[in-house]
């Protein structure tokens, strides 16, 4: 093989951890830092308290437009973060209430909770959708990820799953309203910006773990299920 073929496989490690940076930088600059700061100045610089919102917004949009163009196409969760930013300032602007502009994040949060329990009732969860599609259908996780679809603990496993982030997803939208509704509009800006990536840790480590739990199980079943099959000498 040549040197060409086996350089992709010796920098992958570095290369994925290369893109983890970026995109966690990414994160932390253009949906956190960017628009908390950018609230701040045009408040000071006397805009109302609705146009620094929505101007604020400007920057996680840039985000989502940075990976369309990075990856030339908008995923799901993309989507839905353009959607809460669009209903905000629509919002915002036909009623001039800032609280009103505040529970955009809401609005895809609540949605995305709503479509994972929704999706129980269909043939695949969409928690195995959102993690066949981030791995690559045309992958060779994803093909793998395709063939474990015909087990019976496959499917349990991205069941529960789908269900624990829908159920999430719906208690964050709900939290984000209280906030909104008894806090300061800077308060509930900040809030806003850190919870959902406070929630998405949360519950990425408790998938982590059950998914971990459940590998556990299951080497367990099939190594006893190996040692009654095995015959007596």
Known sequence: MSEDARRPAQESPSAGRGAQLRSLAKIAILDVAAPLVAYRLFRSAGMSTVSALILSGVFPAIGVAVDIVRHRRLDAVGALVLTGIIVGTVVGLVSGNPRL?????????GVFGLLCL?????????????????TGPDSAQGREMAGLWKHHEFRHLF???????????LCEAALRVVIVERTSTGTALAISKVMPFVVAGL??????????LQRR???HRQAQQGEREEPAS
């Not at 069941?159 to 997803?169: D, E, K, L, M, Q």
Request: proline fraction near 4%; charged fraction near 15%; avoid cysteine.
């Open 118 to 134: 929704g999706s129980l009732l269909t043939s695949r969860p969409l928690m195995y959708r959102v993690a066949l599609e981030f």
């Open 101 to 109: 502009v505040l529970l955009e994040g809401s609005v895809p949060t």
């Open 217 to 219: 199980k299951n080497d």
């Open 159 to 169: 069941r529960v799953i789908s269900a624990v982030w829908g159920a999430g997803f």
């Open 203 to 212: 519950l990425a480590a408790w998938t982590a773990a059950y998914g971990a």
